[in-house]
């Protein structure tokens, strides 16, 4: 796993469910990812959204794109926020190589965009 932003591995609570294997990475919008090497892989599945203790996250919502390592698209891209959590499920990888998960953040009432905080991977899981 790699990321061209920070990330902090730890348990973490998303919406009151702790997760044991998690990722936090930086919500810092274009041009920087959360990417996991994934060939040979057949799915890819985790719980995306903002723990409940982090910091920088009242009133945030966060736009992600889950795309291969050529920008296509892997599935529509979706939005979480503090107890919005979004299940990624059984995602086909199609023959990727790798998934690179990308983050713009915003202010939910403004629509301003926003940086400075955290979005989590709990419980991530690359299967055959």
Not at 43 to 59: L, Q
């Amino acid at each position: 796993m790699d990321t061209t932003g920070g990330r902090v591995a730890s348990e973490i609570t998303i919406s009151g469910t702790q997760y044991a294997y998690s990722v936090s990475f930086d919500c810092v919008g274009s041009g920087h990812y959360l990417a996991y090497a994934v060939a040979g892989s057949d799915y890819f599945s985790a719980t995306a959204g903002i723990a409940d203790n982090a910091s920088n996250a009242d009133r945030v919502a966060a736009d992600i794109v889950l795309s291969d390592q050529n920008g296509k698209p892997l599935a529509s891209p979706f939005r979480v926020a503090r107890h919005h959590p979004r299940q990624i499920e059984r995602l086909p990888l199609r023959g990727a190589a790798r998934v690179e998960i990308a983050c713009d953040g915003h202010d939910e009432r403004t629509a301003h965009p926003l940086r400075g905080f955290l979005v989590t991977l709990g419980d991530a899981k690359i299967e055959p």
